[in-house]
């Protein structure tokens, strides 16, 4: 079994910046793809960046691009998120997934674990 579990979401104004957190225990084989996705208010889930495995590619979201990073620390099992230069259209929950399809990385439905999720808000 899998287990994901996010921190680090807030309040933030615009401009300012976060970084979240995801500790990923239990088994940790075959969970690449993986990465973020986010959903906010009466929208679909969407992805936000993804590697298809470690020190390989890395897909960010053009809404985020150049703003947003992903890092790891592999012997603590730790991915973050470092967000930078925040907007009010980040606002929504943010989610760490893992175990998607290599064919499919962006598909959030190809993913077979999630957290459960930490809340972003961004104030203008």
């Known amino acids: 079994q899998v287990q994901l579990v996010e921190s680090g979401g807030g309040l933030v104004q615009a401009g300012g910046s976060l970084r979240l957190s995801c500790a990923v225990s239990?088994?940790?084989?075959?969970?690449?793809?993986m990465g973020w996705f986010r959903q906010a208010p009466g929208k679909e889930r969407e992805f936000v960046v993804v590697e298809s495995w470690s020190g390989g590619n890395t897909y960010y979201a053009d809404s985020v691009k150049g703003r947003f990073t992903i890092s790891r620390d592999n012997l603590k099992n730790m991915v973050y998120l470092q967000m930078n230069s925040l907007k009010p259209e980040d606002t929504a929950v943010y989610y760490c997934?893992?175990?998607?399809?290599?064919?499919?990385?962006?598909?959030?439905?190809?993913?077979?674990?999630w957290g459960q999720g930490t809340q972003v808000t961004v104030s203008s």
């Open positions: 239990g088994r940790t084989s075959r969970l690449y793809p």
């Open positions: 997934a893992a175990g998607g399809s290599p064919q499919r990385p962006y598909s959030s439905g190809e993913y077979h674990y």
